[in-house]
C-alpha cells in the first residue's frame, strides 16, 4: 500500500527555524519531493532527495534517511511569506507515479 | 520563465456532460501528468503520459477519464460523464525527464453541479 503521514499544522515565529516531519511507506521508491502550496495556488517545488542526508538549498533544507522511511523539510529564517501547506510526494515507478501527502498547514505568526 | 498553462480556470458543468481539460506543458517537457486536489484534501495522482501513451495511472482514472495529447502541443483530460464527487481542482503538471521536479500549471476548478 502507499501511506504518507505529516503533521496536520504547525505554527512557528517569524525569524525562527521549523522541521516539518513526512514518514512514508510506499511499495516502491525513486525519490522524495518536497512541494509548497499556498491556498488556492498549485504546488510549487521544493526540494528532491534520492539519496539518504540533507540537501540544502537556501533557506530551506530537505533531509532523507530511506531505511527509516523518512524525511524532513527544514525552514530557517521564516518570513510571513512562509505560512503555506507544504506537501511531502513520494516518486514510484521511476518518476511514473506520485503519491503525495495530506500536508502539513504551517502558520508563521509576527 | 517557461510556465504551464491551464484552461479554463473554472468550469461549471450539469452531471453527466462531458468536460474537456486543457494544458499546454512546457516546450520541451516530454513527462505530463494530471492530478486533481477535492478542497481541503490532499493531491491525489491520476495518470502519467510518456511518449504519446498513458505510463501509469491511478484508482481513481477509470473508464470515465481519458487522456490525448492531439496536436503535440496541447495535453487534454477529458471526463466523459461527469458526477458530482468530479468537483475538485485539477493540475496539470510536466517535467523534462521522468522523476524529476515537476511544474504545475494553476490548475481549473471544475464545479459538477
Known amino acids: 500500500g502507499q501511506n504518507i503521514d505529516q503533521p496536520t499544522e504547525m505554527t512557528a515565529t517569524e525569524g525562527a527555524i521549523v522541521q516539518i516531519n513526512c514518514t512514508y511507506q510506499t511499495s516502491g521508491f525513486n525519490g522524495l519531493f518536497w512541494y509548497q502550496q499556498h491556498a488556492g495556488e498549485a504546488p510549487t517545488f521544493l526540494s528532491y532527495?534520492?539519496?539518504?542526508g540533507l540537501e540544502e538549498k537556501g533557506r530551506f533544507s530537505s533531509f532523507l534517511s530511506r531505511s527509516k522511511g523518512y524525511s524532513y523539510l527544514l525552514l530557517k529564517e521564516l518570513q510571513m511569506k512562509d505560512s503555506a501547506s507544504y506537501l511531502c510526494?513520494?516518486?514510484?515507478?521511476?518518476?511514473?507515479?506520485?503519491?503525495f501527502g495530506p500536508g502539513t498547514r504551517l502558520s508563521v505568526l509576527p | 520563465e517557461p510556465e504551464v498553462t491551464q484552461t479554463p480556470s473554472h468550469q461549471v458543468t450539469q452531471m453527466g456532460q462531458e468536460v474537456i481539460l486543457r494544458c499546454v506543458p512546457i516546450s520541451n517537457h516530454l513527462y505530463f501528468y494530471w492530478y486533481r486536489q477535492i478542497l481541503g484534501q490532499k493531491v491525489e495522482f491520476l495518470v502519467s503520459f510518456y511518449n504519446n501513451e498513458i505510463s501509469e495511472k491511478s484508482e481513481i482514472f477509470d473508464d470515465q477519464f481519458s487522456v490525448e495529447r492531439p496536436d503535440g502541443s496541447n495535453f487534454t483530460l477529458k471526463i466523459r460523464s461527469t458526477k458530482l464527487e468530479d468537483s475538485a481542482m485539477y493540475f496539470c503538471a510536466t517535467t523534462r525527464t521522468a522523476n524529476y521536479e515537476q511544474y504545475f500549471g494553476p490548475g481549473t476548478r471544475l464545479t459538477v453541479t
Open positions: 510526494a513520494v516518486g514510484d515507478n521511476y518518476g511514473q507515479n506520485f503519491v
Open positions: 532527495n534520492v539519496l539518504d
